[in-house]
């Protein structure tokens, strides 16, 4: 057994329009037995601009985290050992002011069981 990792990552992202984009990645991690791959993949519809008051985007993303292909939580509501499915929005209600909101489902990939999670944050711009 070994603490060490050996993972690497494809990453990928094709703009359809001004305001539609895919992107996604794929992760390996070669010295792991099990647990060691992590893919996602996530549909974009346009996106809150800080600047711009009104502005505001939406995203529906699938990730598969195995525990020993990411080594850090990079997701706000699908950690690592889960697959799930996300759903996202965020608007600027005010100028440098932006609200997100995101909703994960799906199953903790060690155990099956349902996971679900909520996460909210305002952020403050200056």
Known sequence: TS???????????YTFSKDVALNGFYANNHDADNYNKACSAQLT?????????????AWVAYRHLDQYATLFDTFDVVKAGQ??????VNYTPFKNTVAIVRYGHGKDLATDQNVSNLFGRVDFFF
Do not use: F, P
């Open 3 to 13: 603490d060490e990792a050996n993972i690497w990552m494809l990453k990928s992202v």
């Open 45 to 57: 519809y346009k996106g809150a601009e800080a600047e711009n008051k009104g502005t505001w985007g």
């Open 83 to 88: 697959k799930a499915w996300e759903l996202g």
